[in-house]
Protein backbone atom coordinates (compact mmCIF):
# COMPACT_ATOMS: atom_id res chain seq x y z
CA UNK A 1 0.00 0.00 0.00
CA UNK A 2 2.81 2.25 0.87
CA UNK A 3 4.37 1.51 -2.78
CA UNK A 4 1.22 2.58 -4.51
CA UNK A 5 0.61 5.71 -2.15
CA UNK A 6 4.22 6.86 -3.50
CA UNK A 7 3.16 6.23 -6.97
CA UNK A 8 0.12 8.57 -7.05
CA UNK A 9 2.07 11.21 -5.39
CA UNK A 10 4.30 11.30 -8.10
CA UNK A 11 2.38 12.55 -10.73
CA UNK A 12 2.52 15.89 -11.09
CA UNK A 13 -1.80 16.00 -13.00
CA UNK A 14 -0.07 18.46 -16.08
CA UNK A 15 -1.16 16.81 -18.15
CA UNK A 16 -5.03 16.77 -16.97
CA UNK A 17 -4.72 20.54 -16.64
CA UNK A 18 -3.48 20.88 -19.98
CA UNK A 19 -5.72 18.44 -21.64
CA UNK A 20 -8.49 20.78 -19.27
CA UNK A 21 -7.25 23.88 -20.66
CA UNK A 22 -6.99 22.73 -24.50
CA UNK A 23 -10.49 21.40 -24.15
CA UNK A 24 -11.72 24.30 -22.83
CA UNK A 25 -10.16 26.91 -25.57
CA UNK A 26 -11.61 23.97 -28.18
CA UNK A 27 -15.16 24.19 -26.54
CA UNK A 28 -14.83 28.03 -26.70
CA UNK A 29 -13.64 28.61 -30.37
CA UNK A 30 -15.93 25.73 -31.52
CA UNK A 31 -19.02 27.31 -29.82
CA UNK A 32 -18.69 30.45 -30.90
CA UNK A 33 -18.10 29.51 -34.08
CA UNK A 34 -21.60 27.40 -34.17
CA UNK A 35 -23.63 30.29 -32.51
CA UNK A 36 -22.61 32.47 -34.61
CA UNK A 37 -23.45 30.37 -38.05
CA UNK A 38 -27.01 30.00 -36.37
CA UNK A 39 -27.47 33.18 -35.64
CA UNK A 40 -26.87 34.42 -38.97
CA UNK A 41 -28.83 31.99 -40.32
CA UNK A 42 -31.33 32.75 -38.05
CA UNK A 43 -30.97 36.24 -38.97
CA UNK A 44 -31.38 36.36 -42.79
CA UNK A 45 -34.52 33.58 -42.31
CA UNK A 46 -35.79 36.44 -40.65
CA UNK A 47 -34.97 39.06 -42.92
CA UNK A 48 -36.61 37.11 -45.64
CA UNK A 49 -39.97 36.93 -43.57
CA UNK A 50 -39.55 40.41 -43.44
CA UNK A 51 -39.43 41.17 -47.03
CA UNK A 52 -41.71 38.78 -47.46
CA UNK A 53 -44.24 40.43 -44.96
CA UNK A 54 -43.48 44.24 -46.46
CA UNK A 55 -44.48 43.19 -50.03
CA UNK A 56 -47.28 41.67 -48.35
CA UNK A 57 -48.45 44.85 -46.69
CA UNK A 58 -47.84 46.91 -49.84
CA UNK A 59 -50.05 44.36 -51.62
CA UNK A 60 -52.79 45.30 -48.94
CA UNK A 61 -52.22 48.99 -49.53
CA UNK A 62 -52.57 48.44 -53.29
CA UNK A 63 -55.51 46.33 -52.81
CA UNK A 64 -57.35 49.46 -50.83
CA UNK A 65 -56.26 51.51 -52.82
CA UNK A 66 -58.44 49.81 -55.76
CA UNK A 67 -61.44 49.90 -52.57
CA UNK A 68 -61.05 46.34 -51.38
CA UNK A 69 -59.89 46.56 -47.69
CA UNK A 70 -60.05 43.34 -47.08
CA UNK A 71 -56.56 42.53 -47.08
CA UNK A 72 -54.49 39.75 -49.29
CA UNK A 73 -53.28 36.44 -48.05
CA UNK A 74 -50.46 34.82 -50.74
CA UNK A 75 -50.77 31.04 -49.39
CA UNK A 76 -48.08 30.22 -51.40
CA UNK A 77 -45.35 32.17 -49.68
CA UNK A 78 -46.97 32.26 -46.49
CA UNK A 79 -47.60 35.72 -46.25
CA UNK A 80 -50.48 38.03 -45.20
CA UNK A 81 -51.82 41.22 -44.90
CA UNK A 82 -54.45 43.16 -43.02
CA UNK A 83 -55.59 46.30 -43.50
CA UNK A 84 -57.35 48.65 -41.49
CA UNK A 85 -58.93 51.86 -43.72
CA UNK A 86 -60.41 54.87 -42.03
CA UNK A 87 -62.73 55.94 -45.24
CA UNK A 88 -62.76 59.66 -45.78
CA UNK A 89 -61.76 61.85 -43.28
CA UNK A 90 -62.93 63.65 -41.27
CA UNK A 91 -66.36 62.36 -40.73
CA UNK A 92 -69.15 64.28 -40.98
CA UNK A 93 -70.99 64.28 -37.32
CA UNK A 94 -74.01 63.81 -36.13
CA UNK A 95 -76.00 66.68 -35.39
CA UNK A 96 -75.43 68.62 -32.34
CA UNK A 97 -72.08 67.15 -32.11
CA UNK A 98 -68.27 68.65 -32.93
CA UNK A 99 -66.82 67.06 -35.82
CA UNK A 100 -63.36 65.17 -35.47
CA UNK A 101 -60.14 67.50 -36.17
CA UNK A 102 -58.68 66.43 -39.45
CA UNK A 103 -54.85 65.14 -38.24
CA UNK A 104 -52.11 65.56 -40.49
CA UNK A 105 -49.10 62.95 -40.05
CA UNK A 106 -45.79 65.12 -39.26
CA UNK A 107 -44.52 66.90 -41.59
CA UNK A 108 -40.85 68.02 -42.37
CA UNK A 109 -39.79 71.61 -42.70
CA UNK A 110 -40.83 73.25 -44.98
CA UNK A 111 -43.35 70.40 -46.13
CA UNK A 112 -46.78 71.93 -47.46
CA UNK A 113 -49.92 70.55 -45.65
CA UNK A 114 -53.45 70.90 -47.97
CA UNK A 115 -56.80 71.02 -45.65
CA UNK A 116 -59.87 71.50 -48.27
CA UNK A 117 -62.48 74.34 -46.55
CA UNK A 118 -65.01 73.49 -49.87
CA UNK A 119 -65.75 70.18 -51.15
CA UNK A 120 -63.18 68.70 -53.53
CA UNK A 121 -65.92 66.48 -55.44
CA UNK A 122 -65.90 67.39 -58.93
CA UNK A 123 -69.92 67.84 -58.49
CA UNK A 124 -69.53 70.72 -56.37
CA UNK A 125 -69.44 73.86 -57.83
CA UNK A 126 -67.71 76.68 -56.55
CA UNK A 127 -67.79 79.18 -55.04
CA UNK A 128 -70.94 78.48 -53.60
CA UNK A 129 -70.72 75.34 -52.55
CA UNK A 130 -73.68 73.65 -54.71
CA UNK A 131 -74.07 70.56 -56.16
CA UNK A 132 -74.23 70.12 -59.68
CA UNK A 133 -76.19 67.78 -59.79
CA UNK A 134 -78.22 67.61 -56.37
CA UNK A 135 -79.14 63.57 -56.24
CA UNK A 136 -75.23 62.43 -56.33
CA UNK A 137 -73.86 64.50 -53.53
CA UNK A 138 -74.64 66.64 -50.30
CA UNK A 139 -71.78 69.64 -50.63
CA UNK A 140 -69.92 69.90 -47.39
CA UNK A 141 -68.67 73.04 -47.37
CA UNK A 142 -66.82 75.14 -43.96
CA UNK A 143 -68.35 78.44 -43.75
CA UNK A 144 -67.86 79.91 -40.29
CA UNK A 145 -65.63 82.59 -39.31
CA UNK A 146 -63.24 81.12 -37.42
CA UNK A 147 -61.03 78.07 -37.27
CA UNK A 148 -58.66 76.26 -35.01
CA UNK A 149 -55.32 75.44 -35.95
CA UNK A 150 -52.91 72.88 -33.49
CA UNK A 151 -49.65 72.05 -34.53
CA UNK A 152 -45.76 70.94 -33.20
CA UNK A 153 -45.15 68.26 -30.86
CA UNK A 154 -42.03 69.79 -29.33
CA UNK A 155 -41.31 73.08 -26.94
CA UNK A 156 -37.65 72.94 -27.59
CA UNK A 157 -37.96 72.04 -31.56
CA UNK A 158 -39.78 74.78 -32.14
CA UNK A 159 -41.78 74.97 -35.23
CA UNK A 160 -42.93 78.06 -36.52
CA UNK A 161 -46.04 77.95 -39.19
CA UNK A 162 -47.19 79.66 -42.33
CA UNK A 163 -51.13 79.62 -43.42
CA UNK A 164 -52.26 80.48 -46.54
CA UNK A 165 -55.98 80.85 -47.10
CA UNK A 166 -57.12 80.81 -50.43
CA UNK A 167 -61.01 82.33 -50.74
CA UNK A 168 -63.02 83.69 -53.42
CA UNK A 169 -63.36 87.56 -52.92
CA UNK A 170 -66.40 88.09 -55.32
CA UNK A 171 -64.72 88.66 -58.31
CA UNK A 172 -61.12 86.11 -57.78
CA UNK A 173 -60.19 83.66 -55.49
CA UNK A 174 -56.86 85.46 -53.56
CA UNK A 175 -54.74 84.42 -50.87
CA UNK A 176 -54.24 85.59 -47.04
CA UNK A 177 -51.62 84.78 -45.12
CA UNK A 178 -50.22 84.39 -41.64
CA UNK A 179 -47.17 83.46 -40.12
CA UNK A 180 -47.32 82.13 -36.74
CA UNK A 181 -44.30 81.61 -33.90
CA UNK A 182 -43.57 80.29 -30.11
CA UNK A 183 -44.13 83.24 -28.07
CA UNK A 184 -40.01 82.92 -27.54
CA UNK A 185 -37.40 84.81 -29.32
CA UNK A 186 -35.34 83.85 -32.17
CA UNK A 187 -31.67 84.88 -33.09
CA UNK A 188 -31.78 86.89 -35.21
CA UNK A 189 -35.53 87.77 -34.05
CA UNK A 190 -38.33 87.06 -35.74
CA UNK A 191 -39.91 89.71 -35.97
CA UNK A 192 -42.26 89.34 -38.90
CA UNK A 193 -43.79 86.71 -37.46
CA UNK A 194 -47.22 86.60 -35.04
CA UNK A 195 -45.99 85.80 -31.74
CA UNK A 196 -48.77 86.72 -29.14
CA UNK A 197 -51.87 85.19 -31.04
CA UNK A 198 -50.61 81.36 -30.88
CA UNK A 199 -50.88 79.80 -27.16
CA UNK A 200 -47.72 77.70 -27.40
CA UNK A 201 -47.07 76.02 -23.62
CA UNK A 202 -45.62 72.99 -22.59
CA UNK A 203 -48.50 70.93 -21.31
CA UNK A 204 -49.80 71.33 -25.18
CA UNK A 205 -53.32 69.91 -26.08
CA UNK A 206 -54.78 66.95 -26.78
CA UNK A 207 -56.95 66.62 -29.74
CA UNK A 208 -57.56 63.50 -31.26
CA UNK A 209 -54.98 61.26 -31.37
CA UNK A 210 -51.81 63.54 -30.51
CA UNK A 211 -50.65 66.20 -28.52
CA UNK A 212 -49.83 69.55 -29.86
CA UNK A 213 -47.72 72.27 -28.21
CA UNK A 214 -49.25 75.27 -29.80
CA UNK A 215 -53.15 76.06 -31.05
CA UNK A 216 -54.30 79.33 -33.04
CA UNK A 217 -57.74 80.70 -33.73
CA UNK A 218 -57.62 81.96 -37.28
CA UNK A 219 -60.47 84.26 -37.75
CA UNK A 220 -60.33 84.53 -33.73
CA UNK A 221 -61.45 87.63 -32.34
CA UNK A 222 -57.95 89.15 -31.82
CA UNK A 223 -57.05 87.83 -35.51
CA UNK A 224 -55.13 91.27 -36.51
CA UNK A 225 -56.80 89.91 -39.91
CA UNK A 226 -60.10 89.76 -38.67
CA UNK A 227 -62.57 87.32 -39.24
CA UNK A 228 -62.86 84.40 -41.68
CA UNK A 229 -64.03 85.88 -45.22
CA UNK A 230 -66.27 84.03 -46.79
CA UNK A 231 -66.04 81.58 -50.07
CA UNK A 232 -63.52 79.49 -48.03
CA UNK A 233 -61.67 77.06 -50.33
CA UNK A 234 -58.38 75.88 -49.11
CA UNK A 235 -55.71 76.29 -46.45
CA UNK A 236 -52.31 75.26 -47.05
CA UNK A 237 -49.91 74.97 -44.06
CA UNK A 238 -45.93 75.13 -43.60
CA UNK A 239 -44.15 73.94 -40.60
CA UNK A 240 -41.02 75.84 -40.51
CA UNK A 241 -37.59 75.80 -38.90
CA UNK A 242 -38.37 72.41 -37.43
CA UNK A 243 -35.40 70.03 -37.10
CA UNK A 244 -37.95 67.03 -36.55
CA UNK A 245 -40.79 66.08 -38.45
CA UNK A 246 -44.05 67.34 -36.15
CA UNK A 247 -47.83 66.97 -36.47
CA UNK A 248 -50.70 69.52 -37.75
CA UNK A 249 -54.13 69.22 -37.12
CA UNK A 250 -57.03 71.60 -37.63
CA UNK A 251 -60.53 71.72 -36.38
CA UNK A 252 -63.70 73.46 -37.40
CA UNK A 253 -65.45 75.50 -35.09
CA UNK A 254 -68.60 74.86 -33.64
CA UNK A 255 -71.50 71.84 -33.37
CA UNK A 256 -71.69 69.80 -36.63
CA UNK A 257 -73.90 70.90 -39.46
CA UNK A 258 -72.89 70.68 -42.86
CA UNK A 259 -71.32 74.07 -43.33
CA UNK A 260 -69.77 73.65 -39.74
CA UNK A 261 -67.91 70.54 -41.12
CA UNK A 262 -64.82 70.51 -42.89
CA UNK A 263 -65.28 68.50 -45.94
CA UNK A 264 -64.14 64.52 -45.67
CA UNK A 265 -60.59 64.92 -47.89
CA UNK A 266 -58.28 62.29 -46.25
CA UNK A 267 -58.07 58.47 -45.89
CA UNK A 268 -55.58 56.53 -43.58
CA UNK A 269 -54.86 52.97 -44.67
CA UNK A 270 -53.22 51.06 -42.12
CA UNK A 271 -51.74 47.60 -43.66
CA UNK A 272 -49.82 45.20 -41.57
CA UNK A 273 -47.69 42.24 -43.62
CA UNK A 274 -47.48 39.05 -41.64
CA UNK A 275 -45.20 36.66 -42.71
CA UNK A 276 -43.86 34.19 -39.87
CA UNK A 277 -42.81 35.72 -36.77
CA UNK A 278 -42.06 39.49 -38.37
CA UNK A 279 -45.07 41.72 -39.11
CA UNK A 280 -44.17 44.99 -41.08
CA UNK A 281 -46.86 47.93 -40.94
CA UNK A 282 -47.16 50.36 -44.24
CA UNK A 283 -49.18 53.13 -43.45
CA UNK A 284 -50.42 55.47 -46.33
CA UNK A 285 -52.49 58.70 -45.84
CA UNK A 286 -54.20 59.56 -48.56
CA UNK A 287 -55.57 63.24 -49.80
CA UNK A 288 -58.03 63.61 -52.67
CA UNK A 289 -56.63 66.42 -55.10
CA UNK A 290 -53.87 68.10 -54.19
CA UNK A 291 -52.34 71.10 -55.68
CA UNK A 292 -48.79 70.91 -56.70
CA UNK A 293 -46.39 72.01 -54.35
CA UNK A 294 -45.11 74.78 -56.61
CA UNK A 295 -48.55 76.30 -56.05
CA UNK A 296 -47.56 78.85 -53.69
CA UNK A 297 -44.74 80.14 -55.57
CA UNK A 298 -46.13 80.33 -58.61
CA UNK A 299 -49.58 80.84 -58.54
CA UNK A 300 -49.65 83.72 -55.92
CA UNK A 301 -46.18 85.46 -56.91
CA UNK A 302 -46.18 88.96 -57.44
CA UNK A 303 -45.40 89.35 -60.79
CA UNK A 304 -45.65 87.50 -63.30
CA UNK A 305 -43.72 83.78 -64.14
CA UNK A 306 -40.74 84.01 -66.32
CA UNK A 307 -38.93 81.08 -67.60
CA UNK B 1 1.03 -4.83 -3.74
CA UNK B 2 2.80 -5.28 -6.91
CA UNK B 3 3.02 -2.14 -8.80
CA UNK B 4 0.13 -1.48 -11.14
CA UNK B 5 1.01 -0.96 -15.15
CA UNK B 6 -1.72 0.90 -17.55
CA UNK B 7 -4.25 3.43 -17.01
CA UNK B 8 -7.17 3.72 -14.18
CA UNK B 9 -10.45 3.83 -15.41
CA UNK B 10 -10.92 7.84 -14.36
CA UNK B 11 -7.72 8.42 -17.08
CA UNK B 12 -9.55 5.93 -19.67
CA UNK B 13 -13.04 7.71 -19.21
CA UNK B 14 -11.09 11.34 -19.47
CA UNK B 15 -9.28 10.52 -22.66
CA UNK B 16 -12.49 8.76 -24.61
CA UNK B 17 -14.47 11.61 -23.33
CA UNK B 18 -11.87 14.37 -24.59
CA UNK B 19 -11.44 12.42 -27.89
CA UNK B 20 -15.14 12.17 -28.15
CA UNK B 21 -15.67 16.06 -27.36
CA UNK B 22 -12.75 16.96 -29.95
CA UNK B 23 -14.62 14.65 -32.79
CA UNK B 24 -17.93 16.12 -32.21
CA UNK B 25 -16.34 19.78 -32.42
CA UNK B 26 -14.43 19.23 -35.40
CA UNK B 27 -17.70 17.49 -37.05
CA UNK B 28 -19.58 20.33 -36.52
CA UNK B 29 -17.37 22.99 -38.05
CA UNK B 30 -17.82 21.99 -41.59
CA UNK B 31 -21.59 22.13 -41.02
CA UNK B 32 -21.28 25.95 -39.17
CA UNK B 33 -19.28 27.04 -42.26
CA UNK B 34 -21.85 25.51 -44.85
CA UNK B 35 -24.72 27.87 -42.49
CA UNK B 36 -22.24 30.78 -42.90
CA UNK B 37 -22.58 30.13 -46.84
CA UNK B 38 -26.12 29.32 -46.76
CA UNK B 39 -27.00 32.94 -44.47
CA UNK B 40 -25.15 34.48 -47.08
CA UNK B 41 -26.79 33.44 -49.84
CA UNK B 42 -30.26 33.58 -48.36
CA UNK B 43 -29.31 37.54 -47.76
CA UNK B 44 -28.31 37.91 -51.11
CA UNK B 45 -31.11 36.38 -53.07
CA UNK B 46 -33.35 38.59 -51.01
CA UNK B 47 -31.57 41.82 -51.81
CA UNK B 48 -31.88 40.51 -55.40
CA UNK B 49 -35.30 39.49 -55.14
CA UNK B 50 -36.07 43.10 -53.45
CA UNK B 51 -34.57 45.23 -55.72
CA UNK B 52 -36.32 43.47 -58.65
CA UNK B 53 -39.74 44.02 -57.11
CA UNK B 54 -38.90 47.65 -56.22
CA UNK B 55 -37.61 47.49 -60.17
CA UNK B 56 -41.21 46.65 -60.87
CA UNK B 57 -43.05 49.01 -58.83
CA UNK B 58 -41.03 51.92 -60.41
CA UNK B 59 -42.91 50.97 -63.84
CA UNK B 60 -45.95 52.71 -64.95
CA UNK B 61 -48.96 50.08 -64.53
CA UNK B 62 -49.38 50.13 -68.24
CA UNK B 63 -46.12 48.92 -68.82
CA UNK B 64 -46.73 45.74 -66.73
CA UNK B 65 -47.29 42.88 -69.32
CA UNK B 66 -48.04 39.79 -68.25
CA UNK B 67 -45.72 36.85 -68.73
CA UNK B 68 -42.56 35.13 -66.84
CA UNK B 69 -39.15 37.31 -67.57
CA UNK B 70 -35.80 36.13 -66.48
CA UNK B 71 -34.30 38.20 -63.62
CA UNK B 72 -31.27 39.97 -65.58
CA UNK B 73 -29.32 41.09 -61.93
CA UNK B 74 -25.71 40.92 -62.17
CA UNK B 75 -25.01 39.42 -58.63
CA UNK B 76 -27.01 36.46 -59.27
CA UNK B 77 -24.01 35.04 -60.68
CA UNK B 78 -22.46 35.17 -57.30
CA UNK B 79 -25.29 32.93 -56.01
CA UNK B 80 -24.09 28.91 -56.62
CA UNK B 81 -26.18 28.14 -59.51
CA UNK B 82 -28.44 31.25 -59.22
CA UNK B 83 -31.51 31.97 -61.34
CA UNK B 84 -34.53 34.06 -60.91
CA UNK B 85 -37.70 34.61 -62.77
CA UNK B 86 -40.14 37.68 -62.68
CA UNK B 87 -44.28 36.19 -63.10
CA UNK B 88 -46.62 39.07 -64.07
CA UNK B 89 -49.99 38.13 -64.29
CA UNK B 90 -53.27 39.38 -63.57
CA UNK B 91 -54.71 39.39 -60.13
CA UNK B 92 -56.67 35.96 -59.65
CA UNK B 93 -60.22 36.17 -58.59
CA UNK B 94 -59.07 34.65 -54.78
CA UNK B 95 -57.58 37.16 -54.11
CA UNK B 96 -58.62 40.30 -55.64
CA UNK B 97 -62.62 39.72 -55.20
CA UNK B 98 -63.69 43.02 -56.65
CA UNK B 99 -61.71 42.35 -60.20
CA UNK B 100 -59.54 45.37 -59.66
CA UNK B 101 -57.09 46.38 -62.72
CA UNK B 102 -54.33 44.85 -60.76
CA UNK B 103 -50.81 42.89 -61.40
CA UNK B 104 -49.76 40.02 -59.41
CA UNK B 105 -46.57 39.80 -59.02
CA UNK B 106 -44.30 37.04 -57.87
CA UNK B 107 -40.52 37.17 -57.80
CA UNK B 108 -38.47 33.63 -57.62
CA UNK B 109 -34.66 33.46 -56.63
CA UNK B 110 -33.47 30.46 -57.09
CA UNK B 111 -30.17 28.58 -56.03
CA UNK B 112 -28.53 25.53 -54.68
CA UNK B 113 -26.54 25.16 -51.18
CA UNK B 114 -24.96 21.87 -51.84
CA UNK B 115 -26.84 20.16 -53.92
CA UNK B 116 -30.38 21.04 -52.28
CA UNK B 117 -32.29 23.69 -53.87
CA UNK B 118 -32.94 26.58 -52.36
CA UNK B 119 -35.34 29.77 -53.23
CA UNK B 120 -36.88 32.91 -52.07
CA UNK B 121 -40.52 33.79 -53.06
CA UNK B 122 -41.51 37.34 -52.60
CA UNK B 123 -45.12 38.77 -54.04
CA UNK B 124 -47.24 41.72 -54.01
CA UNK B 125 -49.79 43.30 -56.20
CA UNK B 126 -49.11 46.58 -58.12
CA UNK B 127 -52.80 48.26 -58.99
CA UNK B 128 -53.70 51.39 -61.54
CA UNK B 129 -53.24 54.17 -59.67
CA UNK B 130 -51.61 52.68 -56.65
CA UNK B 131 -48.26 53.55 -54.79
CA UNK B 132 -46.26 55.55 -57.12
CA UNK B 133 -48.38 55.12 -60.03
Not at chain 1, 5 to 32: D, R
Not at chain 1, 249 to 274: D, H
Amino acid sequence: MKKKYTFYMNEKGQLILTLVLVMTVALAIGLSVVQKSLVDVSTSTKVEQSSRAFSAAEAGVEKALRGDSSGVNFLENKSQAAVLDSGLLPVVAAANKRQDPLEYPPLTKEDVAQIWLADPDSNIRLPGCTAIDPSKHAPVCYTQNSLEVYWGNSRADRAAIELTLVFYNGTQYVPRKWYFDHPETRTPPNSNFNQTLPNCNDSGFTVGQSNYKCKVILGDATDPAGVLPSGLMLIRARLLYNSNDQPLAIWAVGTTEANRSLPPQARNIVSTGVSGETQRRVRLFQLSKVVPPYFDYAIFSAGDIIK
Amino acid sequence: MRRQRGFSLVELLLVVTTVGFLVILLASVPNALNLFSKSKNISLAREIATKQLEDQRSLNYLNLANGQTDITDSRISLLPSGSGTILVEDCSSAICTNGENTKHITVTVNWKNGSKNQNIVLKTLISEGGINQ
